[in-house]
């Protein structure tokens, strides 16, 4: 601890003046950012956000995307990604969506692009 620091009472790591928030209702009891953070992801983020002004709806948290890539050769683009383990889940014509445990990929059908294009 040094001087100018206070102790978070969440996490009780020792915090710079300006990096911690005192309590309203308990004087000498602080708060870190980083807790502070933690604490409102609990109390949910995006109700605290969007409390003030115009009303949004309720949209859930994204947990994960999928990225979609262009692929010229769809049997091509599976097997390069069956190297580091991603496995074919879904296959259609013009659609190929690979599984991995780590997670998914898809590819779509784009024909190539010429300089005649
Ligand atoms: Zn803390």
Redesign the pocket.
Known sequence: MGTGERR?G????W?PENQVAELGATPGVY??T??ALWAARRAGLSGLLHRRGTPRPATPAVRATVPVLGSTDLDRTAAFYALPGFAVHVRADSYLALDHPGGELHATFLPAVTAAD
């Open positions: 978070c969440c996490c009780g790591r915090r708060i870190c980083g807790c």
